[in-house]
Nanobody, 126 residues
Framework: QVQLVESGGDSVQAGGSLRLSCAAS????????VAWFRQAPGKEREGVAL????????YYADSVKDRFTISRDNANNTLYLQMNNLKPEDTAMYYC???????????????????WGQGTQVTVSS
């Protein structure tokens, strides 16, 4: 089991930037793929960005492409999400997810991830 703790959420104006962090620990972190999800009020949780552990390949939801960047610091067991040009529709609780062992993790399906953080709130005002 992987333990995940997110931080970095805040309230910002549209056009601003934030960087979310996810500190990880546990025996299997670093072995399986990791991602960021988000959930807005009244909406389903959706995958935002994923990074493959073995080769660093990344995938993004269309809504955040060219604005968000996922990265990881393996030495410090930390996952990041750099968010630029934020929009009001980016307002959501953001979750770090780890331990995806599916052969199709790039789909960012919630049920494929075994470990979740508690979330960090991002609010973007217009």
């Amino acid at each position: 089991q992987v333990q995940l703790v997110e931080s970095g959420g805040d309230s910002v104006q549209a056009g601003g930037s934030l960087r979310l962090s996810c500190a990880a620990s546990g025996p299997t972190y670093g072995t399986y793929h990791v991602a960021w999800f988000r959930q807005a009020p009244g909406k389903e949780r959706e995958g935002v960005a994923l990074i493959y552990t073995n080769n660093g390949v990344t995938y993004y939801a269309d809504s955040v492409k060219d604005r968000f960047t996922i990265s990881r610091d393996n030495a410090n067991n930390t996952l990041y999400l750099q968010m630029n040009n934020l929009k009001p529709e980016d307002t959501a609780m953001y979750y770090c997810a780890a331990d995806c062992r599916s052969g199709r993790c790039y789909r960012m399906v919630q049920s494929d991830f075994r470990s979740w953080g508690q979330g960090t709130q991002v609010t973007v005002s217009s």
